[in-house]
């Protein structure tokens, strides 16, 4: 190999539709290897720098050209048609992928890993169906629209370019914080109907749920409706002046006047949470399924705050119909801060309990942590949909703003197929991953470059001309203020760090600290790049720990044909979700936290952590031990425990998965109509059962162990009390000897 460094080699190659990227000598040795000429590489090499020496920049065609001269002058005729043969394949292969009459044919054949690649939509429905028919287009449309090198990327499996079925056909943006405050004070229009600042609880969360609607048919992501405590307390204070006055009829005495009113617009707040919760799982937008929506709460301590919250939760604990199902939408996102709610002398630990006994129930709400958030986001906010996170942001005046900001889309990197690549050798692995940033930075500023440019405020007039992005724009005016100087962000995704590490130290790397702080490191190398691209162009790129619900099954499906069943990576049909902690093991909550709680502070642009329960019902004590330990650590927390419900022979627990589903592991009942069965898909909740969930991500759910056995939750009920080290200490050794 010293021959070859004799000869300079090319720093620049000019892809065929003009992308300029680093020149990587890598790829002729993966290229050398598929040819099964591995045993002449240093030759081959030698004479392929040979020919590029002295250029500082050549083109594609020009590379091709020259190692196909180096073959055929050392008689490599075989491999030479070898390498035309698959070239020919594979350019007959993009020619049906970005045809829409193949898809089509996929959708009439109800093809499975289609039709169930997103668990909120309903595809026996015809609204879903119109709308995976309109994405099939999309999709093949909009490979043909974006550079050729992130198209092909993208369709080898190198990289995932999300959400091509509206983007970028369409210049939509992802998901957002709504900025209901600014809609409600201002007005706003829907179709025909201009609207006015509500007059009532009732009327508020009546236009909230409008909005929800408009703002998810003109977006393709999740929104939040954060602090809605707060927000829907100056209405609620309307409803209770308005019962005062009333009050003042039946009654001269102040405080029967006080009560009554009280007591009426108790029975208001809770109608109106009810009301949102049916309307929300009522709701349609136009690509098919129900809003995508979270809503944030927790931190107002007013007595109508308290209410509003009470009553949130207590709607969810009720359930919805004559079965009381669980609801899936809209996700609860409790806040925890200490002096309102962490300790029991805190105003609203009460709430806190009630949290408690809601998410032991029906899974939501997770939790936010204050103070961990601030510390991993600047400051306290709610993500958007299910995990994407803003940055801090100050305007001009120096005021730090969330609601009203958005992202503008991910495109994931595979990385376990970079570390499956190297085989084992890291430096290869780094320089491999060098060369994937380069592109995945393109096909980030293609997304930037699509919606600033083709996007006007009267595409969508509820985000760009009525407020809900937070500010106003003409009809015809730029939309780029809405997202540049780091005002919005855009995302670098990642899966499969456990595949990573797996690669590298084998299956049981977690308690390896090499391992573990090399899989930090590829994380922190993802946001190195983020903020350098950050400085050069203007807008927040971020890390994003991908939720990868259909993309655990198609990357892995993918490799699986690369490179066949590789044990503990590919045998398993699935990708573990970005820097979780392997499924399949038993650790306690305290070491799965602790294993993950380095992660997110490189990846502050979208995570979230949860853990595996039993039936906590009757033992909400150990779930708070586990929310009380996470507070300065984990920002963002979910609860995984069995809720599923069988109405034929009354089982409540969990389902068993099989290869058909989930069933009841009393009497088989899986008809959706007779059980209710939740399983968190990712970051929010899928009834499998009524929209069934892509193949790989079934295989993961049913790979999941719990964290914490039924004597580990008595174990962490008593020990509630004590100090935090002392409970983590006694869990371990309970851990242990549970194993």
């Keep these: 190999m010293n021959k070859i460094n004799m000869y300079q080699l090319p720093e620049t190659c000019i892809k065929r539709d003009g992308f300029e990227v680093p ?9 050398i290897n598929d040819l099964s000429l591995s045993e002449n590489e240093n030759e081959i090499l030698e004479s392929f720098s040979k020919e590029l020496s002295g250029q500082n920049k050549v083109s594609t065609d020009q590379i091709e050209k020259s190692f196909l001269n180096v073959l055929k002058n050392m008689d490599f005729s075989e491999q030479v048609q070898n390498y035309l043969k698959h070239k020919e394949m594979i350019a007959t292969e993009f020619k049906e992928q970005i045809n829409p009459v193949q898809r089509l044919n996929r959708l009439v054949n109800e093809d499975a890993r289609l039709v169930h690649e997103n668990a909120n939509k309903d595809s026996k429905l015809f609204s879903t169906r119109r709308d995976l028919i309109a ?288 085989k084992g050798n890291q430096d290869l692995f780094w320089e491999i991953l060098e060369d994937r940033l380069h592109l995945v930075r393109d096909a980030l500023l293609f997304r930037v470059k699509r919606i600033v440019e083709g996007a006007k405020p009267q595409n969508a007039p509820i985000l760009y001309q009525y407020g809900a992005f937070g500010m106003k724009a003409k009809p015809d005016e730029s939309v780029d203020k809405f997202f540049n100087r780091d005002r919005a962000t855009v995302s670098l995704g990642y899966i499969g760090l456990y595949e990573v590490g797996t690669v590298f130290f084998g299956p049981n790397w977690e308690h390896n600290q090499t391992a573990h702080d090399f899989t930090v490191k590829v994380v922190k190398t993802l946001d190195d790049h983020c903020k350098s691209w950050a400085k050069q162009y203007g807008y927040h790129f971020s890390v994003y720990s991908t939720p990868s619900e259909s993309l655990t099954d198609r990357f892995c499906q993918l490799d699986i044909k690369k490179f066949g069943r590789v044990k503990d990576i590919t045998d398993k049909e699935y990708y573990t979700n970005s820097f979780h902690y392997d499924v399949r093991k038993h650790p306690s909550p305290f070491e799965k936290l602790t294993f993950e709680m380095d ?107 719990k964290n914490v056995t039924p004597s580990m939750a008595k174990e962490m009920a008593n020990h509630a009390s004590h100090k935090q080290s002392d409970l983590k200490n006694t869990l371990e050794k309970s851990n242990e000897n549970e194993k």
């Design 23 to 31: 020149f990587e000598l890598y790829k002729i040795k993966f290229l």
């Design 135 to 422: 994405g099939a287009v999309g999709k093949t449309t909009g490979l043909t629209m974006m550079p050729e090198h992130i198209a092909k990327a993208h369709l080898k499996g190198n990289i995932h370019f999300h959400d091509l079925d509206y983007s970028p056909l369409e210049a939509y943006s992802n998901c957002c914080l709504i900025d209901f405050e600014t809609l409600f004070r201002d007005g706003f229009k829907i179709g025909n109907a201009e609207v006015e600042e509500p007059k009532s609880i009732q009327t508020a969360v009546a236009q909230i749920t409008q909005v929800i609607a408009s703002v998810s048919s003109q977006q393709y992501g999740g929104c939040t409706v954060d602090h809605i405590d707060t927000l829907l307390e100056p209405y609620a204070n309307k409803n209770y002046k308005k019962h005062l006055k009333e009050a003042e009829q039946l009654s001269s005495d102040e405080t029967v006047q006080e009560k009554f009113a009280k007591k009426q617009t108790i029975k208001d707040i809770y109608d109106s949470m009810q009301a949102l919760e049916y309307e929300i799982n009522t709701l349609f937008t136009t690509n098919g399924q129900t809003p995508f929506t979270s809503v944030g709460f927790g931190l107002g301590t007013s007595w109508i705050s308290r209410e509003i919250q009470k009553a949130i939760l207590q709607v969810r604990i009720d359930g919805l119909g004559k079965n009381h199902r669980t609801a899936i939408f809209p996700k609860l996102l409790f806040a925890i801060k200490k002096g309102v709610n962490y300790y029991s002398e805190d105003p609203n630990y009460d709430i806190k309990q009630l949290a408690l006994k809601c998410s032991s129930k029906r899974m939501y709400p997770d939790i936010l942590n204050y103070q961990a958030l601030v510390d991993i986001t600047g400051n306290f906010k709610s993500p958007m949909g299910c995990r994407s996170f803003l940055p801090k942001w100050t305007d001009e005046n120096g005021k730090a703003i969330n609601d009203g900001r958005a992202n503008m889309g991910v495109v994931t990197l595979n990385l376990p197929r970079i570390a499956m690549e190297s």
């Design 599 to 705: 992660y997110p502070h490189y990846a502050s642009g979208g995570f979230i952590h949860y853990c595996e329960y039993p039936n906590l019902k009757q033992n909400p004590k150990a779930l708070e031990a586990v929310w009380d330990w996470s507070y300065d650590k984990i920002g963002y927390l979910g609860t995984n425990t069995p809720i599923d419900k069988c109405y034929k022979c009354g089982f409540e627990g969990e389902f068993k998965a099989t290869a058909r589903g989930f069933e009841c592991p009393t009497c088989g009942n899986h008809d959706p109509k007779t059980c209710d069965c939740v399983k968190r898909t990712c970051g929010y909740l899928g009834n499998p059962l009524q929209r069934p969930m892509i193949h790989g991500r079934h295989e993961e759910i049913a790979a999941r162990h």
